[in-house]
């Protein structure tokens, strides 16, 4: 690709920016000390690195690497337009991805669907890849995207995804990741315009330390997000999601439900920032955060806050932190079920709840049978 | 089947059952009733294994074993059901699992054979139609967004699904409109035999006259104060409890 790559006045401007940034500059942060990682190169390509993507015909997918003049005119509509550029990860993406593509899922079909896989062979422990995905999904499309991320290497990644959700598409967009020994920080926005839905399901089984930045904006009238959540986290893993949601249409509605099981010694951040402006009457805005913390060691934070600019909306927020409902594990335990199983069965139900949307019940199957394994080894 | 003795509970300091003595045998079915607060609850929360008691002193026998040592699993494995009087919500867990493991576990600790899926669900049908549910109740989850009255007859389709031998009716028939009411008792009566025993608590008439208990007692200030049949409990409708302390 042309465009970016070979432009070297760009990349200088920003590792100028990025060297005037601090991890800490805003609240979406503060939760994760990220000084540590100031020891790892972000701009060293990791050669063996790659994708892996199935997908049906109804998805056009393009390497950035193989662009020509009219598809990288197409791509450049879309590049680095909405995400936010305070943020040092982003910029390093920006500055130096090398695994790029561009996902273009064609107008007025309903079966699009794309399984990606990560294959990163770490050649040294100090090295982040970059991963730099742009969605485009077209007028009245319904998709399906799958990332599946299953590595139990040390990995180090830096990933940026740009969604494009054009009147009437509908995308549920699932992000399952089960890497006990990865680093990995994610910055997504999406643009969701009129009609057009957008169902996240995020689930994190376990890894070192994950940041995940969510920016979905429901820019045209009935725009919708549906944010579903889920981490189970154990030992001392270190998850920290940040969600912001921002309402800049009329009759727009934004959902967010997320749930954490922590056990050992893990920490969980939950922060959500939804903003209905000022112009956005008739809309409606929700966020819950439910944790269930297994051990006295675990801990959670959660903020989940809502920011009215309009007095013609509904919202509601909500939190609860605590252990395992006694007064069910009672009710279940009357009923002849063991302690250990009626436990297990609980924290099922506490997450199957966020999940069991999804449209694609194959993959919830897969995603339940990781949930189940996961479950097993509590104590 | 159940033998109570000179049991004394208490919660913190506070005294909540004082010298309890009771015997329920095979077939019989007894009504306790009383005001608010004067432990009834607390009874049956002690014979279904509920922490947060201090037992004081006494002992309570099921089937000749002391039945305080044992777990709430365990008892229930052996034979005890409490129908709840608030029945907790259980969002996400599918009513017919949560049923189906239930029942497979008492009947595997039975030596009985456990249910297939296939099986389970005829037998789930039939008890259904005895409670008057409909078999969207196999797609929700357990007592989520159920009514009152929904609520107390999942209760007693727990009972007919898993058979036990000592029942346990807390306030069973509280909130519970006419019809309902009439079709909780005939469950209830559709299950009772020369083999099992209840205990039903309650603060009406109307359910006892649907069941017929063989005896009633009245709870009053942590202790029973006086045993009859039926007819003691008509007096208490007619009267209140009033008369019992002169």
């Not at chain 1, 669907?113 to 990560?118: K, N, Q, R």
């Not at chain 2, 089947?1 to 010298?19: A, R």
């Amino acid at each position: 690709m042309a465009g970016l790559k070979n432009n070297s006045k760009l990349k200088d401007d920003l590792i100028d920016k990025i060297n005037n940034l601090t991890f800490l500059d805003k609240e979406q942060w503060k939760y994760t000390n990220f000084n540590y990682l100031s020891n790892f190169n972000f701009d060293k390509n990791i050669s063996k690195n790659s994708l892996s993507i199935k997908k049906n015909d109804s998805i056009e997918v393009l390497s950035i690497n193989d662009l020509n003049e009219d598809s990288e005119k197409n791509y450049l509509k879309f590049f680095n337009k909405i995400i936010p550029q305070e943020n040092k990860f982003i910029l390093y993406n920006t500055a130096y991805f090398h695994n790029g593509y561009f996902f273009n899922v064609n107008k007025n079909i309903d079966d699009a669907y794309a399984l990606i896989e990560s294959n990163i062979t770490v050649n040294s422990k100090n090295n982040f890849s970059n991963d730099r995905i742009i969605f485009n999904f077209n007028k009245s499309s319904k998709t399906t995207i799958l990332f599946n991320e299953k590595n139990t290497k040390q990995i180090k990644n830096n990933a940026v995804y740009e969604l494009f959700l054009d009147n009437n598409s509908c995308v549920d967009f699932i992000i399952f990741s089960n890497q006990p020994s990865a680093t990995k920080i994610l910055n997504l926005s999406a643009k969701i315009n009129k009609d057009a839905i957008l169902n996240i399901y995020t689930i994190n089984i376990s890894g070192e330390l994950i940041k995940n930045n969510y920016f979905i904006n429901l820019d045209k009238q009935n725009s919708k997000c549906n944010f579903n959540g889920i981490d189970l986290l154990n030992k001392k893993n270190h998850i920290d999601n940040y969600i912001e949601v921002n309402h800049n249409n009329k009759n727009t509605f934004s959902n967010i439900n997320y749930n954490n099981i922590l056990d050992g010694y893990s920490k969980g951040i939950f922060y959500a920032k939804t903003v209905i402006n000022e112009n956005c009457s008739q809309s409606e805005a929700l966020q819950s955060n439910k944790n269930m913390l297994l051990s006295k060691s675990s801990s959670i934070h959660s903020n989940p806050q809502l920011i009215i600019n309009n007095d013609d909306v509904q919202c509601a927020h909500g939190s609860t932190t605590g252990e395992i409902d006694s007064d069910a594990l009672f009710y279940m335990q009357s009923r002849g079920i063991s302690e250990n199983k009626a436990k297990k069965m609980l924290i099922n139900s506490f997450l199957f709840k966020i999940i069991n949307k999804m449209k694609d019940k194959k993959i919830l199957s897969s995603i339940n049978n990781e949930i189940d394994s996961w479950i097993n080894n509590v104590d | 089947m159940l033998k109570i003795n000179k049991l004394n509970v208490g919660v913190d300091d506070k005294n909540i059952l004082n010298n309890i003595n009771l015997e329920i045998n095979k077939g019989e079915l007894h009504v306790i009733m009383g005001r608010n607060g004067t432990g009834k609850s607390t009874l049956s929360n002690i014979i279904t294994g509920k922490d947060g008691y201090n037992i004081g002193g006494g002992e309570v026998l099921y089937k000749n074993k002391n039945l305080l040592d044992m777990s709430t699993e365990d008892r229930a494995l052996e034979g005890i059901f409490m129908s709840f009087q608030y029945p907790v919500s259980i969002p996400g867990l599918n009513t017919m699992h949560f049923l189906r493991t239930s029942v497979n576990s008492i009947r595997k600790h039975q030596n009985k054979e456990e249910y297939s899926s296939g099986e389970f669900i005829k037998v789930f049908k039939e008890k259904l139609a005895i409670v008057g549910l409909d078999e969207s109740f196999a797609k929700r989850s357990v007592n989520d967004g159920f009514s009152g009255g929904e609520k107390k007859r999942f209760e007693i389709l727990q009972m007919l699904l898993i058979e036990p031998k000592l029942v346990i009716l807390d306030e069973t028939d509280s909130g519970l409109d006419i019809d309902a009411l009439r079709i909780v008792a005939n469950g209830i009566n559709n299950f009772k035999s020369k083999n099992n025993s209840f205990l039903l608590i309650t603060h009406y008439y109307r359910i006892i006259e649907y069941l017929n208990p063989d005896f009633v007692h009245v709870l009053l200030d942590v202790k029973i104060v006086k045993s009859g049949d039926q007819k003691l409990a008509l007096k208490l409708e007619e009267n209140g409890y009033g008369w019992l302390k002169k």
